[in-house]
């Protein structure tokens, strides 16, 4: 089964104790992306990865790394977590090729830092 | 830069009545444009999509059709059901046509 795999899904933390979070897929997909939702802000987008090692930030990218060593996993790394990092986040991914933004989306990973 | 703004939740519907979700956009090229839907404790799933303008799309009785003269795809689906009860998202494609600025949301309550 085609999946986006994120983990852990549910996670409470303290201000400063790095974490990471995974997000694996199965489709062979070349981009790969990270979103946060927040309430009346909709999905931001965190990070992007067209591909092994090419990584680009995206529209909120501070507080967060995130590396792309294979193909098929994407951590998002938060070194220091602060409570404004609180928040709903997605892993998506996209074929490089055939129909742009069909993105295949995670079930998500609630992050509650205290 | 390019974006959708899109009408404000919620909106709560009694069964078999229809729906129209407003959605807007602003770009400087030809963007594709997407609805997608969450379902409660998931993650977003594509609903329906258009390429180029006049196209319409459609899935699970749900259509939008791509205005160019008007910048709109609005969401529409003659009679819901408490089964569409979701956050639904306009979205468009940016230059690379992989990333997708999304719009914030539109929560749907569709009761017996």
């Known amino acids: 089964e085609a999946q986006v795999t994120q983990n852990p899904r549910y996670l409470i933390t303290v201000t400063g104790k790095k974490l990471t979070v995974t997000c694996s897929q199965n489709m062979n997909h070349e981009y790969m992306s990270w979103y946060r939702q927040d309430p009346g802000l909709g999905l931001r987008q965190i990070y992007y990865s067209m591909n092994v090692e090419v990584t680009d930030k995206g529209d909120v990218p501070e507080g967060y790394k995130v590396s792309r060593k294979e193909k098929r996993n994407f951590p998002l790394i938060l070194e220091s977590p602060s409570p404004n990092q609180t928040s709903l986040y997605f892993c998506?991914?996209?074929?490089?090729?055939?129909?742009?933004?069909?993105?295949?989306f995670g079930e998500g990973s609630r992050l509650t830092v205290l | 830069g390019d974006s959708v703004t899109q009408m404000e939740g919620p909106v709560t519907l009694s069964e078999e009545a229809f729906l129209t979700i407003n959605c807007t956009y602003t770009?400087?090229?030809?963007?594709?444009l997407f609805w997608y839907v969450q379902y409660p404790g998931e993650g977003l799933q594509l609903l329906l999509k258009?390429?180029?303008?006049?196209d319409k799309g459609s899935n699970k009785g749900f259509e939008a059709t791509y205005r160019k003269e008007t910048t709109s795809f609005h969401l529409e689906k003659g009679s819901v059901q408490v089964s569409d009860s979701a956050v639904y998202f306009c979205a468009l494609s940016v230059l690379s046509g992989y990333a997708l600025n999304f719009g914030k949301g539109t929560s749907l309550l569709v009761t017996p």
């Open positions: 770009a400087t090229g030809y963007p594709s």
């Open positions: 998506a991914s996209s074929a490089a090729t055939g129909s742009p933004g069909e993105l295949f």
């Open positions: 258009a390429t180029k303008a006049d």
